[in-house]
Structure formats: structure tokens, C-alpha cells
T-cell receptor, first 113, second 115 residues
Framework: DAMVIQNPRYQVTQFGKPVTLSCSQTLNHNVMYWYQQKSSQAPKLLFHYYDKDFNNEADTPDNFQSRRPNTSFCFLDIRSPGLGDTAMYLC????????????FGQGTRLTVV | DQQVKQNSPSLSVQEGRISILNCDYTNSMFDYFLWYKKYPAEGPTFLISISSIKDKNEDGRFTVFLNKSAKHLSLHIVPSQPGDSAVYFCAASGDYGGSQGNLIFGKGTKLSVKP
């Protein structure tokens, strides 16, 4: 059974139209991450939550926001998607910050047109 | 500036032989290293990890070696099977400068195991 579930699997959105990607977990992990992966590149961390504490990477654009209303759910909001935001978005969870593997969802393939 | 480097974008190996995937890192503060396997249209799946206090960790056909002085790790798959064909990502993390636990990934190596 899937432990980290991302919806939708595929999303097409228009340039400038806000879009929300969702992630849920059944592992009861403290940490939830959002990564962006562009073609042939390494997954790049956008931000993470440790419980309710939000940690933004310094180079994450302001266009990207996140919400974690409870332990199980985390959302990625892109306020005004640009063509350059076309990518795979990966959600991951981890029991704690250090020394534990992260479990990934299947990803959401976002296309901005 | 990449902190985790996988210099071989692809590797082709015959079934039954050994696959060796390499990874180099630049940040001496990394203390935990992981390998992930990724099939097309799926998220990465955790494979094996190693702490910096060890130089080897083995799990079935998979062994990870860590050479701290060279800032190098490798994943050995023996024997390789066609089902091992996937993209393999090396990742590293450490407790430094507010980046505790953040996984830094390499670009991946695409392994093809031919029957």
C-alpha cells in the first residue's frame, strides 16, 4: 500500500494560473519535504516542514508556498506558474531530520502551458 | 555548484555481472549517504544507506562503500538483474548551517542491465 500519496499524478495548468499539488502520508512522520525535479537534473529541495515548523530553502522562489494543516497532509501552492516551473514535483516524508531515509511519493508531473 | 556529483549519466552492464555506480561529494559536513532507485513515472525508492562512521554496508545484492578521505561512495550490485534497470540517485545529508537532514541529490546514473 502506498504510504506517500501525491495527487494529481499529472497536472496541466495555464501560465499564471494558481495551482495546488497535494501530498498525504500514512507513516505519521514528522518531516515532509517538497522537491522539484526538472528533466535530467537532480531533485532540488524547495522546503520542508518539521511538524508545524516551516523551513524554506534560500533559493526557493516566492512564487512557491506550502501548507501543512495536519501531520498527514502537505500542499504545494504555485501562485503564478511560469513556463520554467514545468517539472516533476516530489513529496517525501522522513521520521526525523537526521539519519533517516526519506520516503517519496510517485510525484506530480506539472506542465505549464 | 553541485555538492553531490554522479559523473556517469549512464551505465550498461550484462546480466549476472557486477554494476558499480559512483558518487562524489564536496561537503565534508555530510555524514549520511543514501542511494535511491527510480523507475520512469515513479518517485525515488530508498535502496540502501550508510553513516559516515562506517565504510561499508551490505543488504543482499547491494553494497555501499564509503571512502571519506576521498569523499567518494559507490554502490555495487552483484549479480545485476534486468529488473535493476533504473536511474540511481546518490544523496547526502548532514547537520550543518540549518540544513540538518536536507537530502542533497546527484543528477543520477541510468543503469541498463542487458539479458
Amino acid at each position: 500500500d502506498a504510504m506517500v500519496i501525491q495527487n494529481p499524478r499529472y497536472q496541466v495548468t495555464q501560465f499564471g494560473k494558481p495551482v495546488t499539488l497535494s501530498c498525504s502520508q500514512t507513516l505519521n512522520h514528522n518531516v515532509m519535504y517538497w522537491y522539484q525535479q526538472k528533466s535530467s537534473q537532480a531533485p532540488k529541495l524547495l522546503f520542508h516542514y518539521y511538524d508545524k515548523d516551516f523551513n524554506n530553502e534560500a533559493d526557493t522562489p516566492d512564487n512557491f508556498q506550502s501548507r501543512r494543516p495536519n501531520t498527514s497532509f502537505c500542499f504545494l501552492d504555485i501562485r503564478s506558474p511560469g513556463l520554467g516551473d514545468t517539472a516533476m514535483y516530489l513529496c517525501a516524508t522522513s521520521r526525523d531530520l537526521a539519519g533517516y531515509e526519506a520516503f517519496f511519493g510517485q510525484g506530480t508531473r506539472l506542465t505549464v502551458v | 555548484d553541485q555538492q553531490v556529483k554522479q559523473n556517469s549519466p549512464s551505465l550498461s552492464v550484462q546480466e549476472g555481472r557486477i554494476s558499480i555506480l559512483n558518487c562524489d561529494y564536496t561537503n565534508s559536513m555530510f555524514d549520511y549517504f543514501l542511494w535511491y532507485k527510480k523507475y520512469p513515472a515513479e518517485g525515488p525508492t530508498f535502496l540502501i544507506s550508510i553513516s559516515s562512521i562506517k565504510d561499508k554496508n551490505e543488504d543482499g545484492r547491494f553494497t555501499v562503500f564509503l571512502n571519506k578521505s576521498a569523499k567518494h561512495l559507490s554502490l555495487h550490485i552483484v549479480p545485476s538483474q534486468p529488473g535493476d534497470s533504473a536511474v540511481y540517485f546518490c544523496a547526502a545529508s548532514g547537520d550543518y548551517g540549518g540544513s540538518q537532514g536536507n537530502l542533497i541529490f546527484g543528477k543520477g546514473t541510468k543503469l541498463s542491465v542487458k539479458p
